[in-house]
């Protein structure tokens, strides 16, 4: 028996993925979670129909959004993550010694227990003792907390549903609030080929917030349109202030965070 | 009913479209023609069962093969396509003023008059008269030839069956045999998701030629991984001598072209 899955991006484009084996399924109460094994990109991991990482091309993601404000931000000591229940993000950003506690704040448990069985390449940097995890809604988290964040990271679904409170003005605020002064926010931020107005309309909120908002782009072939952005903001300069770029990364690097925010044309001109 | 093409990149991934309507389908002496109209990327080509290009992101490909190079060449009067009979290349070569003539070799005649009919973006740049197609194979033409080309770019098919004669070093040393001392060759070269050996492969080969070759890339949705490699070779050093850069462009733009050379490191480890 053969089995495909495929994701739909839009109405009329998607990747498919031929599959070996279905490792786990199960509905959690805030989404269905499934993990496959597929034949060439490794374990796949699907929330509500969507690809949300694969073993294979996962790395671009997860350095893609962690390495290049530590780049910015010299000394990081507490870090946090909303959503990233994979552990992904959490496991690059323990690859620097500065970093002393880290908060995972991931509304739904079961992502977090599943991808411990099913993914340790991204969910074994959870056991490490620098790591809190609060299992609760991020949003709320973070509007009820008053925490001093060095460096926050959005690592978070599709804004459909639930999610698209993570693109309102009031989830920028509240980040704000949470963070140092000098703190950085990066969002995981869309397709520029499917989700420009997504992107402009964020750029333009939280630059009503912080004055430096920047974006940036990597190559992730198992996201829609294999080209993902990335959104850093914060209320100072964006300079480098750190030489350091932790040893056996396969995407970012010197040449990359030299060159972080190019932009093709139709991208540019929509983020003002 | 609904119509959906399918094109796997390897045993395991692909891209699917949702088709509104097939509006050509031929066979020539060389290949299998499909043009599709579809939901939501304009016009589908399709060679063999491979996406040639959509309308929808047609631009980056043919931005990205033609506009570095005419950055680097301060002055190009005669430049050279070895395929590329949809017109796309042809397009963007003839928004320099400079450009007295280009020459188009593509084998099949069926694919430039398919498009002409039914790719108009593209194809209605065939009909310049600064145009000369010479429907021949590009192989053959380029080794019985002696010209002084000042730009020649090889918008090839992939490296299967015939095409795969475009990797070899016999080819390279046509091409150098047509170019002016200090002329430029830029080759589509593969996704770096799939096809990193042929992209190593290619580089080896044109530094045994070539004192300056450099790989770098660009944002292609529809093509495996979506991302491309481009590889430009030259005998001189890369230096911009141009500043002029056409209008009505949608992603070449001057911080493109400033950063151009960055590499992932997982493919920067391949080009030596």
Redesign the interface.
């Known amino acids: 028996m053969k089995l495909y899955f495929?994701e739909?991006h839009?109405?009329?484009?998607?990747?498919?993925?031929?599959i070996k084996k279905e490792l786990f399924s199960a509905k959690s109460p805030y989404q269905e979670i499934k993990i496959f094994d597929?034949?060439?990109?490794g374990r796949l991991l699907v929330l509500d129909g969507l690809v949300m990482l694969t073993e294979r091309?996962e790395f671009?993601y997860h350095e893609m959004l962690v390495h290049p404000a530590f780049y910015f931000k010299g000394k990081a000591e507490k870090v946090g993550v909303i959503g990233g229940g994979d552990g992904g993000t959490i496991r690059e950003i323990l690859k620097y010694p500065d970093v002393k506690e880290t908060y995972l704040v991931e509304i739904d448990r079961m992502v977090v227990d599943a991808s411990k069985k099913y993914l340790p390449f991204t969910a074994s940097s959870l056991d490490d003792r620098r790591v809190k995890i609060f299992f609760e809604d991020g949003i709320r988290f973070l509007k009820e907390r008053g925490e001093d964040f060095d460096l926050l990271f959005v690592d978070s679904s599709d804004p459909v549903g639930p999610a698209k409170a993570l693109y309102s003005m009031e989830f920028y605020k509240s980040i704000k609030k949470n963070l140092k002064e000098d703190g950085i926010v990066v969002f995981q931020s869309e397709s520029?080929?499917y989700h420009l107005d997504i992107i402009r309309e964020q750029i333009e909120g939280l630059s009503k917030l912080f004055s430096s908002v920047k974006l940036y782009?990597a190559?992730?072939?198992?996201y829609?349109?294999?080209?993902w952005s990335f959104t850093i903001a914060t209320s100072r300069e964006l300079v480098g202030e750190r030489d350091y770029i932790p040893e056996g990364?396969?995407?970012?690097?010197k040449?990359?965070r030299?060159?972080l925010?190019?932009?093709?044309?139709?991208v540019?001109n929509v983020t003002g």
Chains 1, 2 share one sequence.
């Open positions: 495929t739909f839009d109405e009329g484009t998607g990747i498919v993925f031929k597929t034949y060439t990109f091309d671009v520029p080929w782009l190559s992730i072939p198992t829609p349109g294999g080209f990364l396969r995407y970012y690097n040449s990359i030299e060159t925010f190019w932009l093709p044309e139709f540019k």
